[in-house]
């Protein structure tokens, strides 16, 4: 089975850091991804991590460790815009499972 | 390049008829998947096809069915609605190459059941 774990909800100012942890425990494992999601909207592809490490994209990282079932999404500099639903996958034949998502409310 | 298409986006139908949603992925990706996004399951897989070939199925039951054409494009069918599958059914168009892999979404379609 599958289970994703994420917080539920997060706040941080305007020019903050924030890092959205996921943990995971699953069947099988070929890949993390994260994605963004606004209210009323589809989600948006942010990061896909596959080794163990750090990627960075801009404003955006994603860590991966697979010995220990963990991944971070690191948002800096927040802005206004970043206020949105941040949901963590795990990747497993050509399938995503999805966390529930952390709501992520970024304050002047 | 265009993004990947749904149609239609919006849909009411009533409970015991059946619906069929198209999605058109971004021009070169082979594979499409499906998803069903409701507040409180949220996002849950139902099937993925690559090459007109299904390769995996979510935990969803027989009324859901889906295809893929030749061109890529993908339908998904839902028969003997029923009010608990009113959601945001979404399309996703995936390119493998080597360790990279990406994931589009498409805009969903709003299925309403009543």
């Known amino acids: 089975g599958q289970n994703i774990d994420q917080p539920t909800e997060m706040t941080a100012t305007e020019g903050a850091i924030v890092q959205i942890n996921c943990t995971y425990q699953?069947?099988?494992?070929?890949?993390l991804f994260w994605y963004q999601q606004h209210a009323g909207e589809a989600p948006t592809f942010l990061s896909y991590n596959v080794l163990d490490g750090l990627e960075e994209k801009g404003r955006f990282s994603s860590f991966l460790s697979r010995s220990k079932g963990y991944s971070y999404l690191l948002l800096k500099e927040l802005q206004m815009k970043d206020s949105a639903s941040y949901l963590c996958?795990?990747?497993?034949?050509?399938?995503?499972?999805f966390g529930a998502g952390t709501t992520v409310t970024v304050r002047a | 390049k265009a993004g990947v298409t749904q149609t239609p986006r919006y849909l009411i139908k009533t409970r015991g008829q059946q619906v069929t949603l198209s999605c058109s992925p971004i021009?070169?990706?082979?594979?499409v998947s499906w998803y069903q996004q409701t507040p409180g399951q949220g996002l849950q897989f139902l099937f993925e096809?690559?090459?007109?070939?299904?390769?995996n199925k979510g935990n969803f039951p027989g009324r859901f069915s889906g295809r893929q054409f030749s061109n890529s494009r993908s339908e998904m069918n839902v028969s003997t609605l029923e009010l608990g599958d009113s959601a945001l059914y979404l399309c996703?168009?995936?390119?493998?190459?080597?360790?990279?892999?990406?994931?589009?979404f498409g805009p969903g379609t709003r299925l309403t059941v009543t």
């Open positions: 996703a168009s995936s390119l493998m190459q080597g360790a990279r892999y990406e994931q589009y």
């Open positions: 699953t069947s099988g494992f070929n890949g």
């Open positions: 021009s070169g990706h082979r594979s």
């Open positions: 096809y690559f090459s007109e070939t299904q390769r």
């Open positions: 996958a795990v990747g497993n034949d050509y399938k995503l499972s």
